[in-house]
């Protein structure tokens, strides 16, 4: 059974880039049946879609992230990757990577537990 | 607009039915599915395609879509279903998506 777990540093200074991982244990980031996503939740906040991409590498943005985000896949470590760069302290948040399931209508059927980012100097 | 509208609170008591509404012009065109958040925990997928239970979701779970509303039902609520509610939808055009603003379910 697929399980995702998101890995990166805890604390990011303001103007910095934020770098998180997120890898894939237990299944294969190489299929056609998914899109892998990242999704965050501010403290007491509700859940934001940060952006996909497709193992092939094509990314698809929320606009009003996109130009800030950077999205990857490594597909010989069976991971994924999401960069925000010049972050300030509205990025501080619970980040999450999951599976996009295209024949569950688009549903994220798998999350990763979560990892806090706190954006501080 | 690309928003999602929910109620920010509803209560029902041990038992009985609540259903959760989801708002906004995407679902004219996209089905949603719906996420229960528990406190401190990631969300976990309960229904997808308008009336759809993953694996191990109860089927006291169950949904429902007309026009721009969706419709997330617990029938026979129970204690564990308190929780966080999220609706979420696709963009099709564009392969983007959007959550609801999320609905906090009390079970007294």
């Known amino acids: 059974q697929l399980q995702l777990q998101e890995s990166g540093p805890g604390l990011v200074q303001p103007s910095q880039t934020l770098s998180l991982t997120c890898t894939a244990s237990g299944g294969t980031i190489i299929s056609s049946s998914y899109y892998w996503g990242w999704i965050r939740q501010p403290p007491g906040e509700g859940l934001e879609w940060i952006g996909s991409?497709?193992?092939?590498?094509?990314?698809y943005y929320n606009p009003s992230l996109k130009s800030r985000v950077t999205m990857s896949v490594d597909t010989s470590k069976n991971q994924f990757s999401l960069k925000l760069s010049s972050v300030t302290a509205a990025d501080t948040a619970v980040y999450y990577c999951?599976?996009?399931?295209?024949?569950?209508?688009?549903?994220?059927?798998?999350w990763g537990r979560g990892t806090t980012v706190s954006v501080s100097s | 607009s690309s928003e999602l509208t929910q109620d920010p609170a509803v209560s029902v008591a041990l038992g009985q039915t609540v259903r959760i509404t989801c708002q906004g012009d995407?679902?004219?065109?996209?089905?949603a599915n719906w996420y229960q958040q528990q406190p401190g925990q990631a969300p976990v997928l309960v229904i997808y395609?308008?009336?759809n239970r993953p694996s191990g979701i109860p089927d006291r779970f169950s949904g429902s879509s007309s026009g721009n509303t969706a419709s997330l039902t617990i029938t026979g609520a129970q204690a564990e279903d308190e929780a966080d509610y999220y609706c979420?939808?696709?963009?099709?055009?564009?392969?983007?998506?959007?959550f609801g603003t999320g609905t906090k379910v009390t079970v007294l």
């Open positions: 999951a599976r996009v399931t295209i024949y569950y209508f688009y549903g994220m059927d798998v």
């Open positions: 991409i497709y193992y092939s590498g094509s990314t």
């Open positions: 395609g308008k009336d």
């Open positions: 979420n939808s696709r963009d099709s055009s564009a392969n983007h998506y959007v």
């Open positions: 995407s679902l004219r065109s996209s089905y």
